[in-house]
């Protein structure tokens, strides 16, 4: 926090681009793992078996494909912000606030909201408090948190908190086999970890047949594998190549090479889910069947208040009823460091885009004192938002809810996916196909989304009744029609419709990438662009003050204010002062050293090498 220069938009923002591999790696990591992970996965993995491990290993390729094909692009054209390269790469401003906007309803719906609730449902095992005042809490620590410390500090406190995870996931995960009696017996345990009280005539507290298999049947199953091919990899890819919490890391690396080195990193780390979190999530079924299996609504209710189910309490069991009281309180350091490392990396990141992409859209003349306090105070906008919609995340998903986070994406992101995917790869791709595309694929997409809210997947207990459209067609298959949907509407539109200029091509797309550094012939809201421009307005601001000060005017501020000031970052200047120089425009190279660039290649074959024996292994 001394370090980072909280008080400008770059210090606040930016980190300056100073992160080397390990930290970015590390945050990479702590910011996709978060809470939720730790509840919802190790909660899919008690309702369902080892199928949900199929988007960790599919994150593990993607973050790859981050590192070596979409970041060069994101480098070349020095952009801060992913809506900012939209604007950039297709000219206008309707893409950029369209996506803006967007991210911004992602981050509430399937981010914040859903990590606030999993750390609840923690904290409400461990100290029966009520769930909305442990939100309550949490949100107290983590907006304070937030709001005083800039990028820098997040990252590297994702990297703290990615030790303490990996420490207090071995231990539990140590337990928890030790309990059970080792791997053959939770092959066996699994099968037939049944509740005593089930609802009767019905399919409630029954473990699947395909629990450890991934790929599984294409019509009945509840992850059909032509799905978990298709449909789950472009959602993956918007993800870990576009989305602006995991991009905004990368491009906080000095340079390239320790990019793709935080990239291999975190592709590495995304092996250990499926044996720290999934896996203890299934031994806490066949060691509390009547807790985590729940199969009677009203047992549900009252052993978690869910009448759907109680598998998001698996991993939380486990804690509070296998490990010594120590080993507790480093559990709950655990959760608590996956919570704030994904809601301050969130919060930062959501309040980037809204002050770069939006507010300057509203008030182009705003200081870098605005900007500022416009960030912080969007932060608790988010908090209220985001407090608002956890019951509607509560009761979806058949309690399962990780399975909410990936069903509620597959519906908003492939659009946003393949417009990236077409901006990056295909030069001929113009702002009318890209618009457009998005458009159709987005009103589709919520419609789908509203159709599920309106018809939500019924209780084990209960009929199906719901319509063919959501009932037949699987959210992973519907994933990859919006896909392919979105593609022919952006390529159509685009071949029939005038090329994009120049300066929307250089440095922009992969094939461009090398091109000469030009200067944009029209104004682009970038950081660099704009800080000079705010430096004079706030140049011209402090003159007028000092005009039409008194003398009554104080010439020092108190120390409780100062201090006020130094915990938001607000640092003012003293009058008479002059404004600080201009920092220096980030060179944006793409050289590497060719030794290093040697061993991050060799890491790459191995790393994609483990990841499709793991998934063959599985499948």
Not at 531 to 550: F, G, N, W
Request: net charge neutral.
């Amino acid at each position: 926090m001394w370090k980072t220069k909280r008080s400008t938009v770059d210090g606040y923002f930016l980190a300056g681009k100073s992160m080397t591999w390990w930290p970015v790696g590390s945050s990479l990591f702590a910011t996709n793992v978060g809470s939720g992970h730790f509840i919802g996965l190790a909660g899919s993995g008690a309702a369902a078996g080892i199928g949900a491990i199929a988007y960790e290993w599919n994150g593990m390729l993607m973050v790859l494909v981050l590192g070596w094909l979409f970041l060069p692009i994101y480098i070349a054209s020095g952009v801060t912000t992913m809506p900012e390269y939209l604007q950039r790469r297709f000219g206008g401003k309707r893409i950029q606030l369209s996506i803006t906007v967007l991210y911004l309803f992602i981050y509430i719906f399937t981010k914040i909201s859903v990590d606030m609730y999993a750390g609840a449902v923690f904290i409400q095992q461990a100290l029966q408090w009520n769930i909305y005042l442990a939100v309550v809490l949490l949100l107290s620590i983590t907006a304070f948190y937030t709001v005083t410390g800039g990028l820098a500090a997040v990252i590297y406190t994702d990297a703290m908190q990615t030790g303490i995870m990996l420490i207090g996931g071995i231990a539990l995960m140590g337990f928890s086999f030790a309990e059970v009696g080792g791997w053959n017996a939770l092959m066996e345990g699994y099968a037939t970890a049944i509740p005593s009280v089930r609802f009767p005539n019905s399919t409630c507290g029954i473990p699947r047949d395909d629990a450890f298999h991934l790929f599984r049947d294409p019509v009945t199953s509840d992850l059909p594998w032509p799905g978990i091919i298709i449909g789950m990899t472009v959602p993956s890819m918007w993800y870990w190549c576009s989305d602006q919490v995991i991009v905004q890391r990368s491009l906080a690396a000095k340079n390239l090479t320790h990019a793709k080195g935080g990239s291999l990193l975190a592709s590495y780390l995304k092996i250990l889910p499926f044996f720290l979190i999934l896996l203890p999530g299934m031994i806490s079924r066949i060691l509390y069947p009547d807790e985590v299996a729940c199969g009677d609504p009203d047992v549900c209710t009252e052993i978690c208040g869910n009448p759907v189910g109680c598998s998001d309490i698996a991993y939380a069991k486990l804690v509070m009823e296998l490990l010594p009281s120590g080993l507790r309180g480093l559990m709950m350091a655990v959760m608590i460091a996956a919570l704030m490392s994904s809601l301050t990396s969130i919060f930062n990141s959501s309040s980037t885009i809204f002050t770069m992409d939006m507010w300057r859209f509203l008030r182009p003349r705003a200081t870098e004192w605005e900007l500022m306090i416009v960030g912080r105070v969007f932060v608790l906008v988010l908090v209220v938002v985001s407090v608002l919609w956890i019951p509607v995340v509560q009761a979806s998903q058949g309690g399962q809810l990780f399975i909410y986070i990936q069903s509620v994406s597959t519906y908003l992101q492939p659009p946003v996916a393949i417009v990236f995917l077409l901006g990056c790869f295909w030069k001929r791709t113009n702002e009318k196909g890209a618009f457009w595309g998005l458009v159709l694929g987005l009103l589709l997409g919520c419609l789908r989304m509203v159709l599920d809210f309106i018809y939500p997947t019924p209780p084990c207990y209960e009929e199906d009744g719901r319509p063919d459209v959501v009932k037949y067609i699987h959210y992973l298959y519907f994933s990859s029609m919006l896909s392919v949907l979105t593609l022919v509407v952006v390529v159509v539109i685009s071949l029939t419709t005038e090329k994009p200029r120049p300066e929307q091509v250089s440095r922009l797309t992969w094939f461009t990438r090398f091109d000469p550094v030009e200067k944009p012939t029209e104004q682009v809201f970038t950081v660099e662009g704009s800080r000079e421009t705010l430096e004079t307005i706030t140049t011209e601001t402090h003159q007028r003050k000092d005009s039409a000060s008194s003398v009554s005017r104080v010439q020092s501020q108190s120390r409780l204010t100062s201090v006020l000031y130094w915990l938001c970052g607000m640092e003012r200047r003293m009058e008479g002062e002059k404004p600080p120089p201009p920092p220096e425009t980030a060179i944006c190279s793409l050289e590497e050293k060719p030794c290093l660039l040697h061993i991050i290649n060799t890491n790459l074959i191995i790393c994609i090498s483990v990841a499709i024996f793991i998934i063959g292994y599985w499948a």
